[in-house]
């Protein structure tokens, strides 16, 4: 057993440092490096006769290239075949790719339109434009401050409209629009029935994209005086990385091991004994990293656990915790997928949104033992903190925060789909080398002439401080409604 347990170690060292880092080991840049030459910013001409609409080339920005190819063109059709579609889509449009790099770019656009878009509904694709494409468009855009400031240097009774040659609508009208400040916005378009994409890219005519972009124009209101770019809080996807054609090629070599790893650290946090299982679980390549020194559960005048509050990046945040501590914890979560409660190793509890019955219910947690609590409400990937509800403040004379990060490489382990979200703990376990770090920070008296609010928004700041984050006052009802278009409650049993 040792043998065999050495030979699987070695070969998902193998897999980790001689495979997928050397094709994904530039992905987690944000930012694309500056060099002294500046940008040069697209022209803005015109349109038509009118002095107070102007129209903008936004597609050399977009790709980073004034001359698309078949490369630059396959990470944002790739993420609408995965995301949207299925990893079997994605894979059929991977092993088209050694054909669409001889293709010519008219027909290789409209081969990978066709692979990613044919038979998705038309509102799951338009959910991938708002929610996860303009992630990507951030991270590989040439410079998005050029496009903002293209968007936003124009006189006030100007309207802007941002056309793009290459990409449909659907996929570039809301980073273009929300995010970079442009009044309109005009792309190809797919050919579509009433509710599913159904046929290739429509060809571009002159004529039919001038009256796109009047129509377009016509139904703004008044210019926006937002600061564009706009900050990226919120995203959705399940691919962490920049998807080039030789990254998904070693996602699609890795995903049967990663299977294999999930499975197999699923089985260390469950099945086998509390002291065994930070030695094993580092062994198959999970890291806990922890700092600071928790404060003793139970004081001598007070009786029951203590209540941890923590920042909220993934299911797993609570059993984090329980690691870092050394025993078992109790977790409360407002939306929980019945597989992650299934595999959980710590006993979990259902928040119903009634103030007065999760009191009641956290209360009863708390006289029992140690409670882990998220009082964001739902998680966020990047480094913003969501606003606290304040109850947790009325339910203990102390609170001790704890700052707790996360690292994801390939798979991101949020989502806000209902049936995606069940496996958001498999995803996250099936990274090559997920991360944790946890940080405890000095317990936070919750008395003495501060409100709840009040305490809630310090331990907010407190956080944020440990973290180097951006506390918010945004909430889950506004991730949601941009993410998934609704407010993210999920029914409850009642119990």
């Not at 994904?24 to 002294?36: A, F, M, V, Y």
């Not at 496009?147 to 124009?154: N, P, Y």
């Not at 197999?264 to 002291?275: Q, S």
Request: one cysteine or more; aromatic letters at 8%.
């Amino acid at each position: 057993s040792n043998r065999f347990a050495h030979r699987m170690l070695s070969l998902h060292r193998l897999i980790k440092n001689n495979l997928v880092s050397s094709l994904l080991g530039g992905h987690r840049q944000t930012t694309r490096p500056t060099t002294g030459t500046p940008v040069p910013l697209p022209a803005t001409r015109l349109l038509g006769n009118s002095k107070t609409a102007a129209v903008v080339d936004v597609d050399a920005l977009l790709l980073n290239s004034s001359m698309p190819s078949a490369a630059t063109l396959f990470p944002p059709f790739f993420l609408v075949a995965v995301e949207a579609g299925s990893f079997v889509r994605g894979f059929l449009l991977l092993a088209l790719y050694p054909l669409l790099r001889v293709l010519k770019h008219g027909a290789c656009l409209k081969a990978m339109a066709m692979v990613s878009f044919c038979g998705l509904r038309r509102n799951e694709a338009a959910r991938i434009g708002r929610a996860v494409l303009p992630k990507y468009f951030f991270k590989e855009a040439a410079h998005v401050e050029a496009l903002a400031k293209v968007a936003g240097e124009s006189p006030e009774e100007v309207k802007v409209a941002a056309v793009s040659r290459t990409f449909p609508t659907v996929m570039v009208e809301a980073f273009l629009k929300d995010y970079v400040g442009f009044d309109a916005v005009v792309g190809r378009e797919v050919k579509a029935g009433y509710r599913y994409f159904a046929d290739v890219m429509e060809d571009e005519k002159t004529d039919t994209t001038m009256e796109k972009l009047i129509d377009g124009l016509k139904q703004t209101e008044m210019k926006n005086t937002c600061h564009y770019p706009k900050p990226m809080i919120f995203h959705d996807g399940r691919l962490a990385f920049t998807p080039t054609p030789a990254s998904a090629l070693a996602m699609y070599i890795y995903f049967p091991f990663a299977i294999v790893l999930a499975v197999v650290r699923i089985a260390i946090y469950t099945i086998l004994p509390r002291r065994m299982t930070g030695v094993a679980a580092a062994l198959a390549g999970v890291r806990v990293r922890v700092t600071g020194a928790p404060t003793s559960a139970v004081d001598g005048a007070t009786a029951g656990g203590r209540l941890y509050v923590c920042n909220h990046r993934t299911l797993l945040d609570a059993i984090a915790i329980s690691s870092a501590l050394g025993k078992s914890v109790f977790a409360v979560t407002y939306s929980l997928g019945r597989l992650s409660e299934l595999i959980s190793p710590i006993p979990l509890l259902r928040l119903t949104r009634g103030r007065e019955e999760d009191r009641r219910r956290m209360a009863l947690l708390l006289a029992r033992g140690d409670v882990v609590v998220s009082p964001e409400g739902t998680t966020c990937r990047e480094p913003y903190l969501l606003r606290f509800s304040p109850l947790f403040a009325e339910l203990a004379d102390e609170v001790s925060p704890v700052a707790v990060d996360e690292r994801s490489t390939m798979f991101y382990g949020t989502s806000t789909s209902p049936i995606d979200k069940c496996f958001d703990s498999v995803y996250f376990l099936m990274n090559p080398r997920p991360e944790y770090s946890v940080h405890f920070l000095k317990p936070v008296p919750t008395g003495g002439q501060n409100s709840s609010i009040e305490v809630a928004n310090q331990v907010q700041r407190v956080l944020a401080d440990a973290l180097g984050f951006t506390p918010t006052a945004l909430t889950r009802k506004d991730k949601y409604m941009l993410l998934a278009g609704n407010e993210g409650t999920v029914a409850t049993k009642k119990s």
